[in-house]
């Protein structure tokens, strides 16, 4: 699974993996392909892909997507 991290300012510090604004779930893409098409649309200083290795991250992420797709199937 992919993320990415964003940098508002130039120090190298100052980092955060791109979040949901609503509820601050990670976003992570399982194709590193997706996580880039993403990062080209950003408007910050700057931005790399990177590897999620948080099972904690990927845990939340899951369940929203499980949730997400839950809800898709009953509105249909």
Not at 6 to 18: A, E, G, I, N, Q
């Amino acid at each position: 699974m992919y993320g990415i991290k964003v940098w508002l300012t130039d120090d190298v510090k100052d980092w955060y993996l791109l979040r949901d604004i609503n509820d601050g779930v990670v976003h992570v893409w399982k194709k590193k392909e997706d996580a880039l098409n993403i990062q080209k649309i950003l408007k910050c200083k700057k931005s790399a892909i990177t590897k999620i290795m948080s099972g904690a991250i990927l845990d939340r992420a899951n369940y929203k997507r499980k949730e997400l797709d839950h809800l898709k199937y009953f509105l249909k």
